[in-house]
């Protein structure tokens, strides 16, 4: 799957925390927020537009231990994604080691798996 196409799939996944948000759904709004990193980890400005947005949504909802676990992340980020060393599949939450893989939820798997050209 080309960057374009998994770009996509991050901005609908934004549109459904945006949607899940405004209807209060928090459960659903992290849900989508979750997969959104883990479409964008892979790539910069997404990765680190994922943990702000995070973040901001910590912040809102003042989930402290969340507000904490976004601003670690944050630091975190950039390096990751400089030397390559991410935690493939990770929901980038702060209920998660920063550093563990997870496996990619079942209909995600294939997508990243292709775009990757192998299994991460």
């Known amino acids: 799957m080309a960057k374009k196409d998994i770009i996509e799939l991050i901005e609908a996944e934004r549109r459904v925390f945006r ?5 209060g759904d928090r459960a659903l709004a992290w849900t989508a927020l ?10 910069f400005g997404p990765h680190l537009r994922s943990h702000m947005t995070m973040l ?3 912040v809102e909802t ?10 670690i992340r944050l630091s975190l980020a950039p390096l990751g994604n400089l030397t390559g060393r991410l ?3 990770n929901t980038g939450r702060a209920n998660v080691s920063a550093f563990a893989p997870m496996p990619y939820p079942d209909d ?8 990757s050209g192998e299994a991460r």
């Open 19 to 23: 949607t899940a948000r405004q209807s």
């Open 34 to 43: 979750e997969r959104e990193h883990i479409l964008g980890q892979g790539f």
């Open 56 to 58: 901001g949504y910590a």
């Open 62 to 71: 003042r989930d402290g231990r969340e507000v904490l676990g976004q601003v």
């Open 87 to 89: 935690p493939w599949g």
């Open 108 to 115: 995600l798997s294939e997508v990243l798996t292709i775009s």
